[in-house]
C-alpha cells in the first residue's frame, strides 16, 4: 500500500461523516487521552525496560520543516491508532492553524524545602488567604526502587491574571532587591490548534487537531533551523519519536520522546568537554541519568513535556555533538543512578568550583543533605576557611593543590580552568546603573560589603552603601546576577578609592556557577590523576553510592 493511499485512508476516517464504526471511535478515544497524556508527568518505558523522557526540543513556532534518513511512521492521534508509513530524504513541513493559547492560574514561589514542617514559618509571615503551601513532584517506583522527588513550596495565591502576578513579582523584587523569586504555574484548559504535516510535492497532507506524533526509530532525523537557547538557528538532529503539539500560547511545541540512555548522548556533550578522560565523562553521564529521573514530575509541570533543553533543566543538543567517547562512557554507565541510603540523589553539578564545593543549603536554602556539602576540592579537607585572612590567603595561594586547578604535570589544561580565579572591576557609575535597574536609588555609592559567608565562604548576604539609603541582597545566585552576573560568589572586595571617594569595587574570585555538587573541571581533574567514576563521584556527593537499575 503506497504512502499516498494509506493517507487517504486515514483522512476519510477522521474527516468525512463516516458510520461511526469501532475502529474510529476507537481513534479518537486514543487521541484525546495521549493529548491528556503529554501533560501527565508519569514516565513510560522502551521495550528494554528503560524510562521514556519527553523533552522539549522548541516552543513558539509557527512551522516545522525535517528531512528524515530513512522511512519513518506518522502516528497522527499517537500510540495506538493509525500508523501511516512516509517515504525518507525528502523535506517535510508541519503548520500551526487555529490556534488558541491554553489557560492558567499564576502564583510566585516564596520558598521550597523538601519537608512541610520547613516552610511552616515563612507561612506564618502571610494571612491565611494570601498564600498556599503545595507539594510538587511524585513518588514512582523503577525496577522495584521507590523514588521520592517531591519538594513543598509556598506560593502566593493563583490568580489567571498573568499581568496580576507580574506587578506582584516586581513588588516583591522592589522590597528584597536581587531576590530570586520564581514563577508558578498551573493548567486549566489546554492549548489547541490544528496541525497539518505535508511533503514538498504537496501531495502528502495528514491533518490532525492538537497533536502529530512521530516515530523515527533509530534513525537520525534532522530538524531544521531551530532556535537554540542563545537565539541562534541551528539544524537539531535526533531520533525515536518527535511529538508536535501546541504549547502554552497556542503556538507549536516540538518535543522529543526518547528513552532516558538516547537523551544523555545529547546531554552528556553538551554539559563537558567531550575530549575529558573517560572517567570524567563517565561520572558526568551518571550524575546527569539521576538528574534526569530525580527532575520528572518536578518541573514544566503545566507544559506537555518533562524537561527541557535548556541549562533550567539540562543542556540538550540532540545527536549533534555526540562523539564516541561520550556515546563509550554513557554505554559503560548503563543504568546506574547515584543514591544515598534509599534516596535518589540530587546530583547538581557545575563548571568550576573554584576549588571549594558549595553547601546546598547557603545556595538555596535546601534542607541540608548529607552529600551536598561545602568541601575543600583536594584529597583531604584542606585549609578550613576559618576567617576572611585565612580565605584571602587560600584565594591567593592555598588552591593549587585542588583537583579543578589547572594542571603543573603536563596534562591537558581544559577551557574551564581559566575559571580558577578571575577579577571583575565595576565603576562607580557601572554600579550605580545597575542599582537604577532594579528600580532603587540609593545616590552616590560609598561602599560594598560582604555581611555574611556561607560554609564555603562564598558571599551569601552584601550590602550595598549610598548617600540616600542602603540596598542588601541575600543569596548566592541574587548576588551573582545582581552584580552583572559575576562568574561566582566564592570573592572578596576590594574598594578603589580617590581623596576618599568611591571610584570602583573590584571583586576578585574563584570558580564559575554554583559550586554545588559535581565540579566538573574537578571531575577531569581527578580522573587525570587516575581515580575512577564511581571513586570521582564519592567525592563530590559523599555518603552515596552507585546503584545499576536497568
Known sequence: MNALFRVFLFVVCFFVAWPASGICQQQELTSRDNHALLYAKQMGFSSQGIPVVRMRIAHGLTGLTFTPGAAFRVMPQGPGGAVIELE???????HIKSPIPGRYQYGIILDRAKSSKALHDKQRLFTPDAVEMLELGSVFALRGKLFDNREHIVVTKQTESAEEVQAQLKSLQEKAPGADFDRYESLIAYPTAQLTLSDASGRIRIHHANILWIDFGDEPVVLHQLPAEDGKLSDFTLNQQL?????????????????????????????IFPSAPAAALQAQAIAARTTLISQVGARHLADPYHLCNHQHCQAYHGLGRATSQTDLAIQATRGKILFSGKE?????????????????????????????????????QGEPLSDETAFRRW????????????PTDGQNAFQSTRHARWTVTLTQSELQQIVRQKRQDVGEIT???????????????????????????????????????LKSALFVIDTITDKGRLQAV???????????????TGAIGMAQRHFDAEAILRHYYPNTHVETIW
Open 88 to 94: 525518507p530524504k525528502t523535506t517535510y513541513t508541519i
Open 395 to 406: 584565594l591567593e595561594a592555598g588552591w593549587e593543590h585542588s583537583y579543578c586547578a589547572p
Open 243 to 271: 511529538i508536535l503539539t501546541p504549547g502554552s500560547d497556542g503556538m507549536l511545541t516540538v518535543v522529543q520522546s526518547a528513552d532516558v540512555e538516547t537523551i544523555l548522548r545529547g546531554i552528556v556533550p553538551a554539559e
Open 344 to 380: 535518589l540523589v540530587k546530583s547538581y553539578y557545575s563548571s568550576h568550583c573554584g576549588g571549594f564545593s558549595a553547601d546546598a543549603g547557603e545556595t538555596w536554602g535546601f534542607l541540608s543533605v548529607p552529600y551536598l556539602v561545602s568541601k575543600a576540592d583536594t584529597k583531604g
Open 447 to 485: 561602599g560594598v560589603t560582604i555581611l555574611e559567608r556561607g560554609r564555603s565562604f562564598r558571599a551569601t548576604k552584601v550590602r550595598i552603601q549610598g548617600k540616600k539609603g542602603e540596598i542588601v541582597i541575600e543569596r548566592e545566585l541574587p548576588i551573582r546576577r545582581f552584580f552583572n552576573n
Open 506 to 520: 573590584r571583586f576578585d574570585g574563584a570558580g564559575f556557577g554554583h559550586g554545588v555538587g559535581l565540579c566538573q
